[in-house]
């Protein structure tokens, strides 16, 4: 090594020493600040419950009814949505019914709806989605911890004013 490198060293090392502790206390505050931020987010359980149109049939997964439901809550910085979606294209409310299962209770904020047209498309008698739809609504109202106001209805279309219904 030079003399004329020595020279250099030194203040690169004094300057280093320097500036690393400061950098870990930027950093120490960083992530307490992170820290704290993340303690003071609510997080929102969501149940989606449904068939295609919940699960967003031929969309990309961001653009399911769900996936902008929750993108909606969580612009709101104070937010985390934690999203469950039970629902598959074509399903019916009977098919709906056996996949919640046994899940009688829950403590979800937040519970979505949408089921039926299947019933109507697959030429269910409309009483079977009178009765399972109830059961189903019940269901759904026990899993937001028996508050009725976190359960969101959303209604099918009646295909059967449609030329093709």
Do not use: H
């Not at 820290?35 to 699960?55: F, M, P, R, W």
């Amino acid at each position: 090594m030079t003399y004329s490198n020595k020279f250099f060293i030194i203040p690169l090392l004094v300057f280093l020493f320097t500036i690393i502790p400061s950098c870990s206390q930027n950093e120490e505050i960083r992530s307490e600040q992170i820290a704290e931020d993340t303690i003071n987010l609510k997080t929102i359980t969501y149940l989606a419950l449904g068939d295609s149109y919940t699960v967003g049939e031929s969309v990309t997964n961001g653009s399911s009814f769900p996936a902008q439901l929750s993108a909606k809550i969580e612009e709101n910085k104070n937010y985390k949505v934690n999203t469950t979606v039970i629902a598959q294209t074509g399903w019916r409310t009977d098919q709906l019914v056996s996949s919640i299962g046994g899940r009688e209770s829950g403590d979800y904020n937040l519970v979505t709806l949408l089921i039926g047209v299947n019933n109507q498309f697959q030429s269910r008698p409309f009483s079977q989605y009178e009765s399972e739809f109830t059961e189903l609504l019940n269901k759904a109202i026990s899993l937001a911890g028996n508050d009725p106001n976190k359960v969101v209805v959303l209604s099918i279309p009646d295909y059967y004013y449609t030329p093709y219904g």
